[in-house]
């Protein structure tokens, strides 16, 4: 009833349904990984608080699919960062919200933050988090970038080359402590960005992402601005893989949900190219029950 992500619920209705009150003993008695004996009165079983809430989290995926799906889009992104800065959600979620949103979307989650949580999103990023990482996090989250197609092709080549030396000293100098590294990453268009990591390859012999290595915040924010397919395909590979921990997992629901009308059809065939194989069928094989089914659902939109 219960394999990988999600709920064979229509089975679990139909067992549970027809059980009789020694039923109920039995099956407590079969799934020593959720019920043990109680240590005082070993005349009842009681459940396992660990495994309780995994099979608690494994009901509510569903849920939180279909209400991230029905939640407007700015009140959603906006929610998700709040969980980042106040729950220990991990960091690459603000990166994925600030860097593959258009500039009115992410403008109008900075809206709806103010509206739900009373404080600004630069405010509490400031605020809250520490690190390398707070700055370049600040600027994301502050800026509205250009999305015309005006590009200047020799100023790209010159920040690649202020890229390459940033990255190129990372040993002695993190690349975001570089106030140009920052400037880049945080005002530079999409469009522009693309170009920066083109000469960056021309002039190094291999790719920035190659370079950038596990560089924190440095990979997924260049990735998710200069290629969000290829990012959203590592986060659902990263919550197919065995042995992911919930916060991999939930990726699973985040990216399929948020990238449903926008990336799905360039992320599966990101996925296909990695794989040879399309990637309704690894989640077939992974998720189960209605979550499953509202998955495929959404993937098909691609």
């Known amino acids: 009833m219960i394999i990988g992500f999600g709920v064979e619920e229509g089975s679990m209705i139909s067992i549970m349904g027809k059980w009789r009150p020694e039923h109920h003993h039995s099956f407590r008695r079969s799934v020593a990984r959720l019920f043990k004996v109680d240590d005082h009165h070993r005349a009842f079983e009681r459940w396992d608080d660990d495994h309780i809430k995994l099979l608690e989290a ?4 569903f849920k939180n699919a279909v209400v991230l799906r029905a939640t407007h889009p700015w009140e959603r992104d906006a929610r998700m960062a709040h969980h980042v800065i106040n729950k220990g959600h991990p960091l690459n979620i603000l990166v ?71 990255i190129k000293n ?57 290629d969000p397919p290829k990012y959203f395909t590592s986060v659902i590979e990263g919550a197919l893989k065995e042995g992911a921990d919930e916060h991999a997992k939930e990726g699973l629901t985040r990216v399929v949900v948020t990238q449903a009308d926008f990336d799905m059809k360039e992320i599966k065939e990101e996925y296909h190219r990695r794989h040879s194989v399309v990637i309704e069928e690894d989640i077939k094989k992974s998720v189960r029950g209605n979550y499953r089914d509202f998955l495929l659902t959404l993937v098909a939109r691609g």
Do not use: W
């Open 58 to 61: 494994e009901f509510s995926r």
């Open 96 to 166: 994925e919200i600030a860097c593959t949103r258009s500039s009115e979307d992410l403008l109008g989650a900075r809206k709806a933050y103010q509206s739900l949580f009373a404080s600004s999103l630069e405010e509490d990023v400031a605020f809250h988090l520490q690190g390398d990482q707070r700055n370049l996090l600040v600027g994301l989250v502050s800026t509205y970038r250009y999305e015309g197609p005006h590009m200047d092709d020799k100023v790209a080549e010159a920040e690649a080359k202020v890229l390459t030396h940033a």
């Open 170 to 226: 990372a040993a002695s100098h993190h690349p975001l402590h570089s106030r140009e590294v920052l400037r880049i990453l945080t005002t530079r268009s999409r469009l522009h960005l693309i170009a920066v990591c083109k000469h960056y390859e021309q002039l190094n012999g291999k790719s920035i992402l190659e370079d950038a290595g596990v560089e924190s915040g440095l990979l997924e924010t260049i990735e998710c601005l200069c």
